[in-house]
């Protein structure tokens, strides 16, 4: 395989990474939703969030989305 070398073409900016939630904002109370088919992807950044962070969250599913609460 051969590849061609090229020059003066500029970096595209990069990839954005999934949805921002509002984790970082987010008061104790405070909630928002998602709908179901994204519930997984959230719930799993919403426990990447109390890793990072001293925030925790909870999140909980209904029929029709999911839930994520600050609790602390």
Known sequence: MTFKIESGIPISPPARRG???PFS???I???F???RENGPRMRN???Q???RTPRRFVVR???TEFR???IE
């Open 45 to 47: 950044a919403a426990a």
């Open 29 to 31: 109370g405070q909630s």
């Open 61 to 63: 599913a209904s029929a």
């Open 25 to 27: 904002v987010m008061e």
């Open 49 to 51: 969030a109390s890793m």
């Open 19 to 21: 949805a921002s939630y």
């Open 33 to 35: 939703a998602v709908p």
């Open 68 to 70: 994520c609460w600050r």
